[in-house]
């Protein structure tokens, strides 16, 4: 099986979110299980930095704006999976992020540059941009690769089935419907049975339309988005899609993500000695300039400072937590707003609160393993990963019952396979009153505390279970297809 995964953003090169972890951890896990895996990712700076013996495959010319095309074969660093970089300087080299520039601005180009990321992928699955390698499966991440799927959908002759993952789907890539014309598709396709959405472009909608296949990052978010609630209008594409939408349940890199090996934390640990964390949170205190209270339920949050994420709900209940003895420990950047909130929030509460607003992954290593609690009370939440770092490293979670969250967080109340504290109403009181049970869960009975650190460490988190699950997910898609192998 040759696969081939297209994306924005791969960790460590370049990271806004979970989006970069899972490319990062998935095609090393398919390609333990036998498959011939390669990336294709678009050449910013730190891609085209990273990458490790590239050579250039094809010049591709003239394209999307761009007077330089070329497509360059290198490899990852690390792993050193094959790895395509779409070398055009005029779109990707300049700095500030993937998406936005360094004030925050989304790039005007946005169209440019990830329509030709989806354009070029679709030609490697024609075969005509490396005649040496041809996939059996395109797998495009998110919005920003989500054409290739229409691409590949648009040249019948394209022997390769596509399979669309959708990360978050409430960044869906909309575009003026004017600038139709610089994508070279069919006029057809422009019409709400194709990629109009609202008297937009929807490249998202590309991805959910025209992919053999289509998966989200939990199995309760494929039923969310499948809902008015959760579905950002686009509810009806995806229920028209039926069984052909399927969630699997990310893995988290157990080898980076590792207590008992992790040499950003202060001491090592393990379910069976525990004493290291204990070492691990009185340094995080001391570090944060927290109060030295054995006492306290040391809380912890890594996200987006956005309403998305719950941290509305976090400064609402903070002062009653800090009443009830909680310190709390964040870190993260977003909404202004929000970052100057919790800025004030920390000034407020000396000693029980301290705010890192940036992000640095050694921090947050160190956050995770020093805290007793790590609380994700998010509005929604397509899978989540700070939470499985919580259950690998003992640090309960603190979860609102929806998407991911749903499918990793067993509730406190179930008993003996319990690994948190789940709450359902996305409201400061429901938050506080979750955060509540577990200080008092903590102060009332460290047996249970325990047992449940042990259950959460015991859960099986790598990425081996999920790569079996999309290799099958890609058999099904090929042999769907009659005019392509397996069919």
């Known amino acids: 099986m040759k696969v081939l995964h297209v994306a924005a953003e791969v960790f460590p090169l370049v990271k806004t979110g979970g989006l970069a972890d899972v490319v990062a951890a998935l095609p090393p896990a398919l390609a333990a299980q036998g498959a011939d895996v390669r990336l294709l990712l678009p050449g910013l700076p730190p891609v085209l930095d990273a990458v490790q013996a590239a050579r250039?495959?094809?010049?591709?010319?003239?394209?999307?704006?761009?007077?330089r095309v070329r497509l360059l074969l290198a490899r990852m660093p690390g792993h050193h999976l094959p790895?395509?970089?779409?070398?055009?300087?005029?779109?990707?080299?300049?700095?500030?992020?993937?998406y936005q520039d360094a004030s925050g601005e989304e790039w005007p180009d946005n169209l440019q540059r990830f329509a030709l990321l989806g354009w070029v992928a679709a030609h490697l699955a024609a075969g005509d941009a490396d005649p040496g390698w041809l996939p059996d499966v395109v797998h495009a991440h998110d919005w920003h690769a989500a054409l290739a799927c229409a691409y590949m959908a648009e040249h019948a002759p394209t022997p390769a089935a596509s399979v669309f993952t959708v990360h978050n789907l409430a960044f869906q890539g909309l575009f003026p419907m004017h600038d139709w014309s610089q994508l070279g598709l069919a006029s057809r396709l422009m019409s709400p049975a194709g990629l109009e959405f609202h008297g937009q472009l929807s490249f998202m909608k590309a991805g959910l339309m025209f992919a053999d296949r289509v998966t989200t990052v939990s199995p309760t978010y494929a039923h969310e988005i499948a809902t008015h609630e959760f579905g950002c209008g686009l509810d009806g594409v995806i229920r028209g899609r039926g069984a052909h939408v399927t969630g699997i349940l990310n893995g988290i890199d157990c080898s980076v993500w590792d207590p008992a090996a992790d040499p950003s934390i202060a001491a090592r640990f393990d379910a069976e000695r525990l004493e290291g964390k204990l070492t691990c949170r009185r340094a995080l205190q001391q570090e944060l300039k927290l109060d030295a209270d054995d006492g306290a339920l040391l809380l912890t949050m890594v996200s987006r400072l956005t309403s998305q994420k719950g941290l509305d709900l976090v400064l609402a209940a903070l002062p009653e937590m800090v009443a009830q003895g909680v310190q709390l420990a964040v870190q993260g950047t977003g909404e202004p707003a929000l970052e100057t909130a919790f800025r004030m929030a920390q000034q407020a509460h000396p000693g029980r609160v301290h705010v890192h607003i940036g992000y640095d992954e050694t921090r947050a290593h160190r956050l995770v393993a020093g805290a007793d609690a790590i609380a994700v009370p998010s509005r929604f939440e397509p899978c989540g990963l700070t939470q499985m770092y919580g259950l690998r490293y003992g640090t309960l979670p603190?979860?609102?019952?929806?998407?991911?969250?749903?499918?990793?967080?067993?509730d406190a109340d179930v008993g003996d396979a319990a690994t948190g504290f789940v709450f359902d109403a996305a409201t400061p009181a429901a938050f506080e009153r979750c955060v509540a049970r577990a200080v008092q869960m903590r102060r009332a009975s460290p047996a249970t505390w325990r047992a449940m650190q042990a259950s959460a460490m015991a859960q099986v988190l790598s990425w081996e279970r999920p790569a079996a699950d999309y290799l099958a997910l890609y058999e099904s898609a090929l042999a769907a297809t009659p005019a392509r192998p397996g069919g």
């Not at 395509?84 to 700095?95: E, K, N």
């Not at 603190?398 to 067993?410: F, K, M, S």
């Open 83 to 98: 790895v395509y970089v779409v070398d055009a300087p005029y779109l990707y080299r300049r700095g500030g992020g993937p």
């Open 398 to 410: 603190i979860v609102r019952r929806v998407g991911g969250l749903a499918d990793t967080v067993i």
């Open 56 to 67: 250039p495959v094809l010049d591709i010319g003239t394209a999307f704006g761009a007077l």
